[in-house]
């Protein structure tokens, strides 16, 4: 595995606070109604993120799959953050021009195949990529996401059976969060163990730490190994948790407010941010210019969301069709 040193614990806390505060500003844009339909937020699991990301070759090698709590993904996958924002803003220079929104983030360039609204259904497409990945010998690995609540989709064992007869360089990974929307993990099966679940499969799988980016590192670096070595697919479960709702418009009444603070003393943000002053590999100064940098680099992608103009209404047409295929779309509307 790469050495996890002082420059990437130092870009880790960079990472991270910005994406928590560009979510953040997120949150605040949903209420003046400038981001519309559903906005699902990500504060909080930012360590299984980070920790993934040293794992993997970035460049389009490996990809990555996930749900619809994906804004920060692509970012860190190297996508311009000003056109995540205007995606959400439905802003013509979002990444899929705005047509997309908070729920379909994607960048073939930079390897980030979604952002899927139906629950589940990235876990076949994932296997499928991976498939793709062995058949063309391209020696990429796809991580493919989802939550507690897709865990229980009888897709999952579909894909899992595929995955280990056919070998499949793919490492799938349970973000265990606690609550599938609004529903608790004990409630939704008679095990609290989701990764136990690969044990029918005979896949290799356990849980992972996944407030901790060193644990989360470690453990995607060892399944990710495997996959490239054409040992097949890694189930992994990364016990973390979300500090919001489940989207803007959840309530939060099945947990107490002092459980999320029991959970916010092991934020990955401030456990990163512990060991850098232990070990002195930033002093107080170089930290407040880091936190200055994010936050200016967030109002950079405001400004660029807010200014961006609103696709045209051709644009409906240009997205689907193919203007030579089908004539007898009109060229204006």
């Known amino acids: 595995m790469k050495p996890i040193t002082k420059e990437v614990y130092l870009k880790w806390y960079e990472d991270m606070q910005f994406w928590r505060k560009f979510e953040d500003k997120l949150a605040a844009l949903y209420i ?34 996930t749900a619809y709590r994906n804004h920060v993904q692509p970012i860190g996958m190297g996508v311009d953050p000003k056109a995540v924002m205007a995606e959400l803003l439905g802003k013509v220079t979002g990444t899929s021009k705005g047509m997309g929104g908070s729920m379909h983030i994607f960048s073939k360039e930079h390897g980030f195949y979604g952002g899927h609204g139906i629950v589940g259904a990235q876990i076949p497409v994932g296997a499928g990529m991976a498939f793709a990945d062995k058949y063309f010998e391209t020696g990429g690995v ?6 507690d609540g897709a865990a229980r989709q ?3 064992h579909e894909a899992f059976n595929m995955a280990m007869n056919w070998k499949l ?5 349970c973000e265990n969060n606690g609550y599938a929307m609004g529903t608790s993990v004990e409630r939704t099966a008679n095990h609290t163990d989701i990764w136990k679940l690969g044990l029918g499969y005979e896949m290799p799988c356990g849980p992972v730490d996944g407030m901790n980016p060193v644990k989360v590192a470690e453990a995607m670096h060892e399944a990710m190994e495997r996959a490239r070595r054409g040992e097949g697919p890694t189930f992994l479960e990364m016990k973390t948790y979300r500090y919001r709702g489940h989207s803007m418009s959840d309530a939060q009444h099945y947990r107490t407010k002092e459980e999320v603070e029991e959970y916010k003393k092991i ?13 002195k590999y930033a002093t107080d100064a170089e930290i407040e210019a880091i936190d200055q940098r994010v936050n200016d680099l967030v109002a950079e992608c405001e400004k660029f969301a807010e200014e961006s103009p609103f696709p045209e209404a051709q644009q409906l047409y240009d997205v689907v069709y193919e203007q030579e295929n089908y004539p007898f779309i009109p060229h204006r509307l």
Request: charged share 20%; no cysteine; hydrophobic share 45%.
């Open 32 to 65: 003046q109604q400038k981001v519309r339909g559903f906005l699902h937020l990500y504060n909080g699991q930012e360590a299984v993120l980070a920790g993934a990301l040293h794992a993997m070759e970035l460049g389009g090698k490996d990809k990555m799959i």
């Open 142 to 147: 796809t991580l493919t996401y989802f939550g």
């Open 154 to 156: 009888g897709s999952l």
């Open 169 to 173: 360089p793919v490492v799938f990974i």
């Open 267 to 279: 934020d990955p943000i401030t456990q990163v941010l512990d060991i850098i002053k232990e070990n």
